[in-house]
């Protein structure tokens, strides 16, 4: 490795590290649990994810589409060291999924169904944060939109509420806003301060700038606590460990497969939104990333962090600041810690509504109603699997909203479809291979693992002829299974030819025919 790629690395972890500090804090900080727990869990995800991970930019760490499950756990576990072992045993499934090859798992979950629950959780975390974001200070495991129904909860709140929070609160959403704009984005200064930082450093001002306003002061109990590291026996005296005695309970084994499929299938996700940012294209291992996953949670587990997964707003942080290797994941879990100790009392001055604004923001992006106007474009049957999953999300937990999503998907996938079969075969002419892939008269969900695993049997240097002619309809997922094929094509010089194929948006992708 050269110099210039590990000031590359350096540089990128900087920027993923001033992502990535508000994000821990915010997610503990909503999960209801020490603080440091989330800086212990973006170190391992940093750090030991990073060395045994599939992927060469992901970057590792606790997760807001998590938190729902975090909190729910606890409350059931009745302690977080119970849960921390509900980590662990979560971490061993992990690493069983790895080692039976389940990294294509996601591959045969309906895409509406995924979107449901990531719609869910937005939903789940903005009501979460809305205490945060008004200065009410309570239990916010408890505090939902129909608590503010009754009348004396209402004028509770009213009688609780901090000018000088909302204030912050106002501030640190607008800032967020702001940073998603394109004159932010294209400033050479201001695109190198994240939103999520813009918004922390603005909470921190306001926080000193109001101690001289009696009326707006903000009292200790909004701001960040964090433990003094002075030496290594304070590091150690604020780990926190699991407590396996309800390892003979039923529920403890939901909570630990729970944790599992939702971090599995998330990682999965992030890791499929990452090689697609990736601009070398690489192809990351998902086998080894859940191994790598597995290996983090038990770790995790051990000493007191969050459950990990891949962060996809993270990892695009890092591509994004130029990182060539994954080196600059480590240097971002080396700031993390060295923040701790060397910066505690101006982390300390951080105010817990500016963390909470950033993860109302991130759950405003995973519910925005532009998504539920994209999904009923689509079409009824995977708008309807959408909602459902959504709805019982609300009603039940995300376990059971996701199983009830699947089992409205299959059914409008059986109602809707006959079992088809693809027509290939393989020739060789003029010393060059000849693929030919002939698509049923309707391609279904069901065959976007069958299209996934054909197209890697494809070799370098190959001709490849889709044909589309008696084709009628063909699922969306499957489509950009084809379509990703089609653009990525190119890298491996493999030439593709279409004849009539159902999708006009690749009629002429880099001058291949459809005739």
């Known amino acids: 490795m050269n110099c210039k790629n590990i000031l590359a690395d350096f540089k990128s972890g900087l920027v993923v590290f001033l992502v990535a500090l508000p994000l821990c804090l915010g997610i503990a900080l909503a999960c209801g649990i020490p603080l440091f727990s989330g800086i212990i869990s973006g170190v391992i995800g940093g750090v030991?994810?990073?060395?045994?991970?599939g992927s060469k930019y992901s970057v590792s760490g606790p997760a807001a589409g998590l938190t729902t499950i975090v909190i729910s756990a606890i409350s059931q576990l009745g302690s977080f060291e119970t849960f921390l072992a509900?980590?662990?045993f979560a971490g061993v499934l992990q690493i069983s999924f790895g080692i039976l090859k389940a990294g294509g798992i996601g591959n045969y979950i309906p895409n509406s169904v995924i979107k449901g629950m990531l719609a869910g959780i937005g939903l789940i975390l903005i009501s979460k944060q809305l205490p945060h974001l008004i200065g009410y200070h309570t239990n916010t495991n408890n505090f939902y939109?129909?608590?503010?129904i009754s009348i004396d909860t209402f004028n509770d709140v009213i009688d609780q509420i901090d000018a000088g929070v909302i204030i912050i609160g106002i501030v640190s959403l607008s800032s967020l806003i702001i940073a998603e704009k394109g004159f932010y984005k294209k400033n050479k200064i201001l695109s190198n301060v994240p939103g999520p930082l813009l918004a922390v450093l603005l909470g921190i001002l306001l926080t000193t700038v109001f101690n001289y306003y009696p009326g707006l002061t903000i009292d200790n109990k909004y701001l960040v606590h964090l433990p003094k590291i002075a030496s290594f026996s304070d590091f150690k005296s604020n780990l926190s460990f699991p407590n396996f005695t309800q390892v003979s309970n039923i529920g403890f084994w939901v909570i630990v497969f729970t944790l599992a499929v939702v971090?599995?299938?998330e990682t999965l996700l992030g890791i499929e939104a990452i090689d697609k940012l990736d601009p070398d294209k690489n192809e990351s291992n998902t086998n080894?990333?859940?191994l790598a996953q597995g290996i983090g949670n038990i770790v995790s587990g051990f000493i007191g962090g969050l459950p990990l997964t891949s962060a996809t707003v993270r990892s695009s942080?890092?591509?994004?600041s130029g990182a060539k290797s994954k080196l600059s994941a480590i240097f971002h879990a080396l700031f993390l810690l060295g923040s701790v100790v060397l910066l505690p009392k101006i982390l300390a001055l951080i105010p817990n509504t500016s963390l909470a604004a950033i993860l109302t923001m991130t759950g405003f992006k995973?519910?925005?109603?532009?998504?539920?106007k994209k999904k009923w474009k689509i079409g009824f049957s995977y708008f309807f699997p959408f909602i459902t999953t959504i709805i019982a999300m609300l009603i039940t937990d995300l376990l059971k909203g996701v199983f009830v999503g699947i089992l409205v998907a299959v059914v409008f996938i059986i109602r809707d479809n006959i079992k088809f079969y693809f027509e290939s075969s393989i020739e060789i002419k003029n010393g060059i291979q000849h693929y030919f892939l002939k698509l049923p008269q309707q391609v279904t969900f069901f065959n976007k693992g069958y299209l996934i695993n054909y197209f890697k049997t494809i070799n370098s240097g190959s001709k490849v002829i889709i044909d589309g002619t008696v084709n009628k309809t063909i699922n969306n997922?499957?489509?950009?299974v084809i379509t990703d094929f089609i653009v990525n094509s190119t890298k491996r010089n493999i030439e593709v030819v279409l004849i009539n194929f159902p999708d006009e948006n690749t009629q002429h992708t880099n001058g291949r025919r459809n005739n």
């Open 317 to 320: 942080a890092n591509i994004d």
């Open 288 to 290: 080894k990333e859940l």
């Open 145 to 148: 939109f129909k608590s503010i």
């Open 86 to 88: 509900a980590i662990v």
């Open 48 to 53: 030991l994810v990073t060395v045994f991970s």
């Open 477 to 480: 997922d499957a489509k950009d």
């Open 263 to 265: 971090a599995s299938l």
């Open 366 to 372: 995973l519910t925005r109603v532009a998504l539920y």
